[in-house]
């Protein structure tokens, strides 16, 4: 067991409502996507209410705005969950039901182990991002953190070659 785990916040809005017919695909794929996050090495913890994922947790008053959260033992671990999984194939459609970002849509940080954030706290990180860039307090995988307490500078995982970006 490592001194610290990594938390993680990622939101979207949707383009439909969740029983339209266009978003169909997505909301189809998302028990076998956790599923496969759960299995995954490193994984921890995810958000998820009594239907099994976390779509109907209402964060906003937009229906169609959705949060996801999970916890990992390392940062790599969560990488290699997000772009070297299968994991990337739903990513690479995300344009095909998501709205672009026009904020920062993830966020990263540092928790004790045993340590399960609620989502206004990744709400919390996510505009602290957008206030302030990377920091220890909310970083991303181009610069990531050292956990506290750990010297060194923000490193870049490079997620470039396997991010399908919303340019």
């Known amino acids: 067991m490592t001194d610290w785990h990594v938390a993680q916040i990622n939101v979207a809005t949707a383009l439909f409502p969740f029983d339209d017919p266009r978003i169909a695909e997505f909301m189809g794929l998302l028990d076998a996507v956790n599923a496969l996050a759960e299995?995954?090495?490193?994984?921890v913890w995810r958000l998820k209410s009594d239907s099994g994922n976390a779509t109907d947790i209402r964060m906003t008053e937009d229906p169609s705005f959705i949060v996801n959260m999970s916890v990992w033992n390392s940062v790599e671990a969560l990488f290699d969950f997000v772009y070297k999984s299968s994991h990337r194939l739903v990513m690479a459609k995300r344009r095909q039901w998501?709205?672009?970002p026009v904020r920062s849509y993830q966020a990263l940080w540092w928790v004790v182990p045993g340590v399960f954030p609620a989502p206004q706290e990744g709400l919390d990180r996510?505009?602290?991002l957008d206030?302030?860039?990377p920091t220890a307090q909310a970083f991303t995988f181009k610069r990531k953190f050292p956990p506290p307490g750990a010297v060194g500078a923000p490193e870049d995982l490079r997620p470039d070659p396997y991010c399908v970006g919303w340019e």
Request: glycine letters at 14%; charged letters at 15%; proline letters at 14%.
């Open 39 to 43: 299995q995954s090495p490193g994984f």
């Open 98 to 100: 998501f709205e672009p």
């Open 126 to 128: 996510l505009r602290h």
């Open 131 to 133: 206030a302030h860039g």
